[in-house]
């Protein structure tokens, strides 16, 4: 008689079905025909990139065009609501179970992933709904809608089987659920509280977000702008403090990056090994579990931007997975690989507290503590104005329902995901659990958003050409 645990049976569903060997693969193709698209845009203009994107905060603060929030606004709550938990004890994770070869493999997915973002942006504000009052709107379900559906001639329940799978996986997704597992989870690790208390802090941070979110949007985006600038600096700060403080293995971390990312890593410590393949597995599925790529999320709130062109907004988006990726879970994978505690088998926030604690002793879990919390923070109340979009789209003719689900998104489910979250602790279930449940909920709605990006990159190749034509060349 075979017995499994139920880690085995969720870890075999991620990896084997849903991000199985050939899903990497996918994404790479479709990040690969859309760079070519663009020209190589993300390379050959990064200059440009961040030139008009950190380069003029001050500018974007203000927006032109229709819209409800200006273009950092937007920026922040998105990148507020991908720079969360996945880039700590996310990508310890990754590491505790492909190697510090997966490492790599989220460099290249976050490379070819700028392009990604950057397409579904540019699809998101120009199929975005515009309404009399200037309010804008959109994401995938409006662009397979007015691209597929409008556009190509599709018949409405074809064009609307494909916008519900979409809606349906996207909000079933378990990022919201694991933002409260994490809270809870990581108060226990960094203080060595109690269950109960720990549910107890689980609470008053659910009680925050719907305070947050019940201000719609608006009151979501201004909290971003305000967190997103401090959380970064914060984190980057105290992890440059260990990769500095360990800068003698610097050298060996990122050879060893690099060297597992082409040759199966054997067993050590407590690491239990790990293929080449499960490197790409692993490396892939977090860097979109983290910075989003291909998930179509963030073209919820990028599409709500005052912006007058898709791609004025569109390059905040390869800025948003450069800050995300390239930036922040690099801190994160050098603090793990310098101080080698990804060795003991470690994964999630333990890997990362064990790292501050060799550098920061007893503040340690203050400072990583703080940091977790914000960033949990953003990624709640980012991805509730997801679900706000997502409620506009399908209950557009039905207000009543429309307020009584988005009201719903606001203060009812955060507390249902903390009395989830809270019994999930009570029954002792591991971290790694969550985070195998968190790729498996992320990988389904990127299948079907990468198909209809490729669907529709005709489109992105126009927008992005007319673009060069207007803007680059001119120099406006």
């Known amino acids: 008689m075979i017995c499994i645990t139920i880690e085995e049976l969720l870890e075999f569903i991620a990896y084997e079905i849903i991000w199985n060997p050939y899903m990497p693969f996918l994404f790479f193709g479709a990040g690969a025909i859309i760079t070519i698209l ?22 974007a603060r203000k927006g032109k065009g229709p819209g409800i929030v200006s273009q950092f606004a937007a920026w922040a709550t998105a990148t507020g609501a991908t720079i969360g938990m996945g880039n700590i004890a996310g990508v310890a994770s990754a590491i505790a179970l492909g190697g510090p070869g997966a490492v790599f493999w989220m460099w290249m997915a976050a490379l070819f992933g700028m392009a990604i973002k950057m397409a579904e942006i540019i699809l998101g504000i120009k199929y975005r709904e515009v309404l009399p009052d200037g309010r804008a709107y959109g994401g995938p ?35 919201v659920s694991m933002a409260n597992y994490t809270i809870m989870e990581g108060a226990m690790t960094c203080f060595n509280l109690t269950k109960e208390q720990a549910i107890i802090v689980g609470f008053i941070y659910a009680l925050l977000v719907a305070l947050i979110c019940i201000g719609f949007i608006p009151r979501v985006a201004r909290v971003a702008e305000f967190l997103i600038p401090l959380m970064v600096i914060i984190y980057i700060g105290g992890g440059l403090g260990v990769i500095i403080a360990n800068y003698d293995k610097i050298p060996r971390a990122i050879a060893d990056i690099f060297t597992y990312a082409f040759t199966p890593l054997a067993p050590i410590g407590g690491f239990a090994g790990a293929t080449i393949a499960k490197a790409i597995q692993v490396g892939v599925a977090r860097a979109v579990y983290s910075n989003e790529a291909g998930w179509g999320s963030a073209p919820h709130i990028h599409a709500t931007a005052k912006v007058e062109y898709p791609m004025q907004q569109a390059i905040w988006g390869a800025m948003e997975v450069f800050v995300d990726t390239i930036i922040v879970c690099t801190i994160t994978a050098l603090i793990v690989t310098t101080t080698r505690v990804w060795e003991t088998g470690y994964g999630g926030v333990t890997a990362v507290l064990t790292a501050f604690r060799s550098v920061y002793g007893p503040i340690a879990p203050i400072i990583l503590y703080i940091t977790l919390f914000i960033f949990v923070l953003t990624t709640s109340i980012g991805w509730y104005t997801y679900y706000e979009v997502e409620a506009r ?34 029954a002792g279930i591991v971290p790694a659990v969550f985070w195998i449940i ?12 990468l198909i209809v990006l490729l669907l529709l990159s005709p489109v992105i190749y126009r927008e992005v050409k007319e673009f060069r034509e207007k803007i680059l060349k001119t120099g406006k």
């Open 393 to 426: 789209f399908w209950l557009e003719n039905k207000p009543k329902a429309r307020d009584i689900v988005i009201r719903f998104f606001q203060v009812g489910s955060p507390f249902i995901i903390w009395i989830v979250c809270a019994l999930g602790i009570y």
């Open 438 to 449: 968190g790729d498996i909920t992320s990988g389904i709605p990127v299948y079907i958003n």
């Open 141 to 175: 379900p409006y662009y397979i809608k007015k691209g597929l559906g409008e556009e190509r001639g599709w018949p409405a329940w074809a064009w609307k089987t494909l916008a519900f799978l979409f809606t349906i996986t996207f909000c079933s997704t378990a990022i």
């Open 38 to 59: 663009m020209g190589f845009f993300q390379f050959r203009h990064f200059g440009y990139i961040v030139k008009n994107t950190i380069g003029k905060i001050s500018e």
